[in-house]
């Protein structure tokens, strides 16, 4: 089992900046896939970056320029660093981790969620 918390939500300007964390904690967390989703109220969750065992990222088309995915793998914590947010980005924020080497965009693939954590960005 895998347990995900995330944190460093909240309300900021357009072209402000946010980095989100997400603590894991479990059973073979260097095993599994991890990344980041965003979803916003009666659409589905959408995939935006992701990392891999092996370090290695990807990003939806829509945020590569502007967000970072990173992970401190001597204390578990995965980021998500935004930068110069737009109002298009507010979502709830969801960290999640699957057990495979690759990581996918498709959230019917991951098996541990949290609970996610709310970015509002005003114009």
């Known amino acids: 089992q895998v347990q995900l918390a995330e944190s460093g939500g909240g309300s900021v300007q357009a072209g402000g900046s946010l980095r989100l964390s997400c603590a894991a904690s479990?059973?073979?967390?260097?095993?599994?896939?991890m990344g980041w989703f965003r979803q916003v109220t009666g659409e589905e969750r959408e995939g935006i970056a992701f990392?891999?065992?092996?370090?290695?990222?990807d990003y939806a088309d829509d945020i590569k320029d502007r967000f970072t995915v990173s992970l401190d793998n001597a204390r578990n914590i995965l980021y998500l660093q935004m930068n110069n947010l737009k109002p298009e980005d507010t979502a709830m924020y969801y960290c999640?981790?699957?057990?495979?080497?690759?990581?996918?965009?498709?959230?019917?693939?991951?098996?541990?969620w949290g609970q996610g954590t709310q970015v509002t960005v005003a114009s």
């Open positions: 999640a981790a699957r057990s495979a080497t690759y990581s996918s965009f498709d959230f019917r693939l991951f098996n541990f």
């Open positions: 479990g059973d073979d967390i260097y095993r599994r896939s």
């Open positions: 990392i891999n065992i092996y370090g290695a990222t």
